[in-house]
Structures are given as structure tokens and as C-alpha cells.
């Protein structure tokens, strides 16, 4: 197996893991010490980092995608009970997403340039 496919395997599994652990109910939902926000960052940043390795070349996309991702799943969170939706979330995980993909796609041209030079 490459190395793109594990990132784009983990890629998938983190927007899995985000649609399930957002929309089932708050009693099942895991809490971390971190702050709420800097949860929403983290999972999203991953999640945008390794699809960014996973599928490279593809940054505008996977943002965008990303970034509708984000939109649809605080919008799915006003129909489960106790959830809600709230616009800073949405904010911080697109924001996140796309910081994700941005530093892939840095790493993956930066790969490049040291392959070519080398």
C-alpha cells in the first residue's frame, strides 16, 4: 500500500469520524480536555491535511468541498436532539479544512522542488 493511499484512507476515516461523532446524541458524543473550538480545529486541520496528501494537486476542490462539508454538517446537527448548529463552528472548521489542505499542498511542492534539486 503507498503512502497517498494511507493518507487518503485516514482522510476518509476523519470524515466519517466527524459525521458520526457530530450528529449522534450529546450523551455519546466523547469530550476532551481541549477547548470546544480547538476540537472543531484540530479534527477538521487533520482532516484537510491528509486528504491534502491523499489527493494532491487537487487544492481548490478539496477546499471547496471541505468547506461545504463543514456547512452540511452543522446544518444536519439542527435535526438531531440536543445538538445544534451554531455559525462559529462552521467558521472554525472551514477555516481549519482549508489550513489542512494549504499545508499539504506547501509540503507536497516543497517535496517537489528538493526532489527536482536533488
Known amino acids: 500500500m503507498t503512502t497517498r493511499r494511507l493518507f487518503q484512507l485516514a482522510g476518509w476515516a476523519c470524515v466519517i469520524a466527524i459525521a458520526a461523532l457530530s450528529l449522534v446524541a ?59 448548529a451554531r455559525m462559529i463552528d462552521f467558521v472554525v472548521d472551514a477555516f481549519a479544512a482549508c489550513a489542512g489542505v494549504a499545508v499539504a499542498a506547501v509540503l507536497m511542492r516543497l517535496r517537489t522542488r528538493v526532489g527536482e534539486s536533488a
Open 26 to 84: 450529546p450523551s455519546l458524543r466523547p469530550v476532551t480536555i481541549l477547548p470546544h473550538d480547538l476540537e472543531h480545529a484540530a479534527i477538521f486541520a487533520i482532516t484537510g491535511f491528509t486528504l491534502g496528501l491523499g489527493y494532491p494537486n487537487r487544492v481548490q476542490l478539496q477546499m471547496s468541498v471541505l468547506t461545504v462539508f463543514a456547512g452540511l454538517i452543522e446544518l444536519a446537527q439542527l435535526y438531531v436532539p440536543g445538538r445544534h
